[in-house]
């Protein structure tokens, strides 16, 4: 069984610039959520994606968006950046039936570092 | 809305003694889930354990378990027979509908 995957791994980005980070959900998964992890903080939930459409957002402003395809794989996209994005980027992949139904499981992260 | 509170930033045991890790949440909401996290210094976010709240009966998994008190809003995490490779940043979360609520964290170190 593959895990939730993330690329890619590292990044550098200069302010104003525009990034997309990309995740595998894991096999079976089909709800996928993205957080940001600040230095020294808990994660905290930017969206969540359900049958390619948002189901859910946190409290970030619109140059943060996302997206989900049919293969339930998924991507963050981040416009116009700010030094304050620099953060650790996790995706979580859940599934909506079963045993562990709604348990997220998390992917390894995108650190992403704007100058 | 939801919030979750770790009172302690920072543990330190020795191996093989027994620690326990607290946690207090707030919500309104009745159905709910309850999870311990671990992210070690490779910052992977991995699933510790998992209580849902309708279930009294605490959940665990090896030598990790929980206190769930419903009311009190509390939800510990105790930690037996301590490992050199349980230190980690240990995370508490509540999920109501969709998204995780974390905690500030609490950093364990085990020593040898």
Not at chain 1, 85 to 107: H, K, N, R, W
Request: hydrophobic share 30%.
């Amino acid at each position: 069984e593959t895990g939730v995957t993330q690329s890619p791994t590292h990044l550098i980005k200069t302010r104003g610039q525009q990034v997309t980070l990309r995740c595998s959900s894991q096999s079976g998964h089909n709800t996928v959520s993205w957080y940001q992890q600040a230095l020294g903080q808990g994660p905290q939930f930017i969206f969540q994606y359900y049958r390619e459409e948002e189901n859910g957002r946190g409290n970030f402003p619109p140059r943060f968006s996302g997206l989900q395809f049919p293969n339930y794989s998924s991507e963050l996209n981040v416009n116009a950046l700010e030094l304050d994005d620099s953060a650790l980027y996790l995706c979580a992949s859940s599934p909506v039936a079963g045993e562990v139904q709604g348990t997220q499981y998390f992917g390894p992260g995108t650190r992403l570092t704007v100058l | 809305a939801q919030t979750v509170t770790q009172s302690q930033p920072e543990m330190s045991v020795q191996e093989a003694e027994t620690v326990t890790l607290s946690c207090t949440y707030d919500t309104s909401e009745s159905n709910y889930y309850l999870f311990w996290y671990k992210q070690p210094p490779s910052r992977q976010m991995i699933l510790v354990i998992r209580q849902e709240a309708y279930k009294q009966q605490n959940a665990t998994e090896n030598r990790f378990s929980v206190n769930f008190q419903k009311a009190a809003k509390s939800f510990s995490l105790k930690i037996s027979d301590s490992q050199l490779g349980d230190t980690a940043m240990y995370f508490c979360a509540f999920q109501g509908a969709q998204k995780l609520v974390f905690g500030q964290g609490t950093r364990l170190t085990i020593n040898p």
